[in-house]
């Protein structure tokens, strides 16, 4: 079952949830779920299941509510507390099987709650209670060092960010596979030695060979933040499609990654250093990875020649057309300036170096803060919202440069 719903948020703390039927229907006003101790931060609808939704308040707790109709007298159906976070909630999303949930807020801290089966339905006066978890199953302090006001989940890997801190971190929990079957609330790992930053149910820190409870893995450059917090980026991941991150500095410019390039980039190195590679044989270069020429000044003609081939392959690399040459090594064919152009762009394995952003769009409007990004259904359109009550729509490519293998 699907269901078209706003659901919104308020200092009263409470959700107030609006369904609609379609653009020709003005929101009916339906219910308010009452709950929470404190302000509502965050709202989260699941995945594999639109009739429920995830809230992370101030009061440190994650609640599940039910939008069924059946689960109308209670319908706060489970509740993430306890063990987990010690200050005010920011964020919270859900994996795309909706069996888990991440958190994170003000306390540094972020969590992955499994979540259990629901309770039977009932239809007597007395509905069952919540369910309550008390344990993540998995709890870290270390990822960030300030307040982290945005989590996603990209597959099994995990997108977050924190204030002062300047990047977006991909990282992964070791051990975690959604394809496995959810622990047990038995297997969460408790909080008797408070002084461990990181506790985890998929790689114990008991374990004979001690492996890392968690890896970072990329760091996304986001320049300019400041003092701000909940400045919130968006992945749009859709099957077929490339994913793409989203995000808006508090100094008017919006980045962009298309994490597809990142393998692609690596895929083209690999393949041009291979030493038992025919030397002969071209390698094809994707379209984006366009060298760094600089143009004679005063030359009209050769301009506008280069500014087209330029143009043609950055559309090319749009579709699965490459760019074929024959190479004898990466430093003959490319000169340094655009080898660290794209290696600061594309390159996977300098964990430590955040990767720049692959195209930025900047907003006329001084200091502009992005706080919010969304992404239309097909990736064509990105919203930003944030400061000076603007709304900033971005069309990701003309209508003329749409093709069938879109990213």
Not at 392 to 402: E, F, N, S, Y
Request: charged share 20%.
């Amino acid at each position: 079952m699907t269901l078209n719903a706003l659901t919104l948020t308020g200092e009263f703390f409470d959700v107030k949830f609006y369904p609609y039927a379609d653009d020709t229907h003005d929101p009916i006003f339906a219910a308010v779920l009452v709950g929470h101790g404190g302000e509502i931060n965050d709202l989260a609808t699941c995945p594999s299941d639109s009739l429920l939704i995830a809230s992370a308040s101030d009061d440190t707790t994650v609640r599940i509510w039910s939008l069924d109709p059946a689960w109308a007298k209670q319908p706060c159906v489970c509740l993430l507390a306890g063990e987990g976070h010690s200050a005010h909630l920011l964020t919270v999303a859900f994996h795309s099987s909706g069996r888990y949930v991440l958190s994170a807020g003000h306390d540094n801290v972020v969590c992955l709650w499994t979540l259990p089966d629901l309770p039977p339905q009932q239809s007597g006066r007395n509905p069952p209670e919540p369910v309550v978890i008390h344990y993540p199953h998995f709890f870290t302090s270390e990822v960030h060092s300030g307040i982290v006001d945005c989590v996603a989940f990209f597959g099994d890997l995990i997108l977050s960010r924190a204030c002062h801190e300047d990047i977006i971190v991909l990282w992964r929990i070791e051990g975690f596979s959604s394809q496995d079957p959810p622990p047990t609330t038995t297997e969460a790992p408790t909080t008797s030695d408070p002084e461990r930053l990181t506790r985890s149910a998929f790689a114990p820190a008991t374990a004979s060979s001690c492996p890392p409870q968690y890896t970072r893995l990329l760091q996304f450059y986001t320049p300019n933040c400041g003092h701000q917090f909940y400045l919130r980026f968006k992945l749009y991941h859709r099957k077929g499609k490339h994913p793409v991150l989203a995000f808006g500095n508090a100094h008017s410019t919006i980045f962009f990654w298309d994490l597809a390039r990142l393998l692609g980039f690596h895929d083209f190195i690999n393949e041009l250093t291979d030493p038992a590679r025919d030397q002969l044989q071209p390698i094809h270069r994707p379209g984006w990875l366009v060298p760094i020429q600089h143009r004679p000044k005063g030359d009209a003609v050769n301009k506008l020649k280069e500014s087209a081939s330029d143009r043609d392959s950055v559309f090319s690399g749009r579709t699965s057309s490459v760019d074929a040459e024959t190479h004898v090594d990466l430093s003959a064919n490319y000169g340094q300036e655009t080898l660290d152009s794209w290696e600061g762009k594309y390159d996977l394995t300098r964990v430590e170096q955040p990767v720049r952003a692959h195209a930025q769009s900047n907003i006329t409007v001084k200091d502009f803060v992005g706080r919010q990004v969304a992404w239309s259904a097909h990736g064509d359109w990105c919203v930003v919202v944030g400061s000076k009550n603007l709304a900033i729509v971005l069309q990701r490519w003309a209508k003329k440069d749409t093709v069938s293998d879109t990213h």
